[in-house]
Every structure is written in C-alpha cells, then in structure tokens.
C-alpha cells in the first residue's frame, strides 16, 4: 500500500469511532479508514503527543444553506456562490447544497442556471429551490408578494434551467397543485420537501408517503429514496395536543423511515432540548443537520440581504428588518454537530446527522459522508472540544491542519 497521506486519531462515523484509528489516503480515495491496530501498511506513524485528542471526522454534508462570508446563493453571480462554497469547505462542510430563497421567477432561472454551472464544477452537490410554492402564512424569511401558487409550466422551465443539477425543492403540500408538482419533482429525480406549510396533519402525512412512493419508483431518483421535511418546526405550525399539524405528521414519517427530517441544530432555531427529543423520538438515522446559512455567516453582526429581503444580525441571530422573523441561520454545520452533542446527543449520533444521513438523502453515500476506503477523502480534523483544526477535501487539504 503506497499512502500518500496518513492521519492518525480517534476515527468518528456514524458506524465507526475508534480510539486509535487510522484514515489512509491516496491521491483523491481513501484507501483504509479503520483501528489502527489493523492498518495493513508498513509505516503507520507513531502517536503524537502533540495531537493528543485529535477526531478525525467524515467530511460534513449540508442539505440546506443560502451561502456564507458575504455571499448569497440568491444574489445572482457564480463567482460569489464559488465564494460561498469555498468558505464553507474551509470549514468542514464539503458537500452542499445550494439553497434560494424565493424570487422572481426570472431571478430563479438565472439562479438556478449559475448554480448548474457551479455543480458542474464540483463545488456544490446540487441547487436545493426553497420556493416560491409556499404557504404565505408560513412565510419565514420569504418575501410574501412573491410567492406563487404551484404552477406546472413555471415548474417545467425551472427544471430546464437547472438541468439535473436541481436536488430538492420545498412546496407547502395544502396548495392546490402541489400534488402535480411532487409528481414532476420525483420523475425526475428531484426530492420534494415539505416545508413552509400550514397543511394539516392528514395532508401532510399523505404528501410524505406519496412523496416517498413516487421516489422509489423513479428511475431517475438514482438512489434519492426519502422526502425530507424543510427545517422541522420552523416555518410551520407548532405541535398541539388538539391540532398535530405537520409537525406529528413528520415525526411519524420519519420514525417509519419513509422521510428525513432537517433540524437547524443551532441552538437559535430549535431549542437545545428539542434537538435532543427529535434524536431520541425518531433516531440519528433519520435526522439532517442542516445550518440555514445565510450571508452573514463566517462574519460579523451588521446588515445583510437573504434574497430581496434585507436582515440585520444581532448577537449571531439573523432576523429580517420587515418582520422580525428569523432569516436564515450564521452556525457552520460544524458549529450545529458541537451544539448537538452539548445538547444531550452523542457524538457518533451528531455526526451521523451530519454525514452519512444526508448523504444517503442525495444519493451519494457511495462517495461522501463517511470514512471507509474507496470513497472521497473528505476529512474533518477537529480537537477533543470538536474545533476545527484542518479540513482536508478530495484529497487536498482546503484548511491546512494545525
């Protein structure tokens, strides 16, 4: 075995943490990930004393971000969504998606278009079009005169525009139409995502399950098998004993594993408290991660735009000027996976979460969000307090260990 590079510490996936742990890579494959005690090659390196607490973690995968370091996916320029990819791989999420927030349906066709041009590149795993089918009652941090009732041949265009490059869409299931565009969604291998919804518990129960019929039987959903639900709790009506609403519906379907639910895990969106129930109600398995990222993330309080909308940031927390909603998250994935774990959810749980989970959402479990050899070199190296201290990507390292 001829290694290029070999990191020792304690290994940390979803299926593996081992206290003494080898990650072997060669060019941009790793070639073993396992006990150092069954490392196969002749000149394993010895322990570091200086590296002492070392985790060596899969590279993260975010389902769910709207850019990063000043730059939003929404503004229109291909190199600010470079930018923002680039930022955010410096930071130990090395597969994205990238999100829009709702626009015109001009501004999302040229969107969408730079954003292939950009998932061409390798940057990004994909667009992820949060809108403009959503419920204006659940609006969030999506401007309300834009948003649009489902429409087919809008959808059609949005579809060309993006070519394969568009991963995942979130609608409200109670809009009329919505059922037609899961349909297209799914043929075509795209995930449909609830969110932004008022629907009641029984629509949006049969939207999940239909939603999960529809991509397992599509040839084109090339491995993508579950709906997700968008951002669980936010934008959505809040759980009641007399009125489930969404919320139960998503619970349910993803304790089944007929969907995965996203958990903006930072502490500002979703309570310590109620990160941990979710873990504990549905399982690691079925939970996404996710950030939110807006622009302001990587950077300091001050005003920004999330789409046509202008924000301020006040102490980390991103709120829209209009209203006052949250607008849109400023942790790294990195920073959600610590907040978890503080949270009550073990490591191993976090990081599944993180990795390995959304991964399997996009079809790529393959190539991404673990540790084992023949998949991409995406290493995160954090310390005992799970700061980061390198980020190694296809092979290169994107944050230099330390």
Not at 173 to 194: C, F, K, N, Q, W
Request: glycine share 12%.
């Amino acid at each position: 075995m001829s290694n290029e590079l070999i990191l020792r510490g304690r290994v940390v996936t979803g299926r593996l943490d081992s206290a003494d742990g080898v990650v072997a890579v060669d060019g941009r494959r790793i070639t073993y990930a396992g006990p150092a005690s069954d490392f196969p090659g002749e000149s394993l390196p010895a322990r570091d004393p200086a590296a002492a607490g070392r985790i060596l973690l899969p590279g993260l995968v975010d389902l769910h971000c709207h850019g990063a370091h000043g730059n939003d996916f929404s503004e229109g320029s291909v190199d600010g969504a470079r930018a923002a990819a680039h930022y955010l791989h410096s930071r130990g999420t090395t597969t994205l998606l990238a999100s829009l927030v709702t626009g015109s349906p001009e501004d999302l066709l040229l969107n969408l278009s730079g954003l292939r041009t950009v998932a061409a590149e390798g940057l990004i795993a994909g667009s992820h079009l949060e809108g403009p089918f959503l419920s204006s009652s659940q609006c969030g941090a999506h401007h309300p005169g834009l948003l649009l009732e489902p429409d087919t041949a809008l959808m059609g265009q949005l579809l060309e525009a993006a070519g394969t490059s568009l991963a995942s869409m979130t609608l409200a299931a109670e809009l009329p139409g919505a059922t037609e565009l899961l349909d297209m969604l799914a043929s075509r291998g795209v995930i449909p995502s609830l969110g932004h919804t008022a629907a009641t518990h029984s629509t949006a129960a049969v939207f999940l399950d239909r939603a999960a019929s529809e991509l397992r039987g599509s040839p084109a959903a090339t491995g993508r098998l579950r709906p997700t639900v968008t951002h669980l709790f936010n934008a959505m009506p809040p759980l009641h004993h007399r009125s489930p609403g969404p919320v139960a519906a998503s619970l349910s379907a993803a304790r089944s594993g007929q969907a995965v639910v996203e958990v903006i895990g930072d502490g500002v969106h979703v309570a310590p408290e109620t990160i941990k129930l979710v873990f504990d109600l549905v399982g690691a398995g079925n939970v996404a991660l996710v950030t939110d990222s807006m622009a302001a993330t990587g950077l300091h309080d001050g005003g920004y735009r999330l789409g046509t909308l202008a924000v301020t940031v006040e102490q980390g927390v991103a709120r829209v000027d209009a209203t006052g909603a949250i607008a849109g998250g400023t942790a790294t994935l990195l920073d959600v996976v610590r907040v978890t774990v503080d949270a009550g959810v073990p490591l191993q749980d976090a990081v599944l979460a993180a990795s390995s989970v959304p991964a399997a959402v996009l079809g790529l479990s393959s190539e991404v969000g673990d540790l084992a050899a023949g998949m991409l070199a995406d290493v995160v190296v954090v310390d005992s307090g799970l700061r980061l201290t390198g980020v190694l990507r296809h092979g290169e390292w994107v944050t230099p260990p330390v």
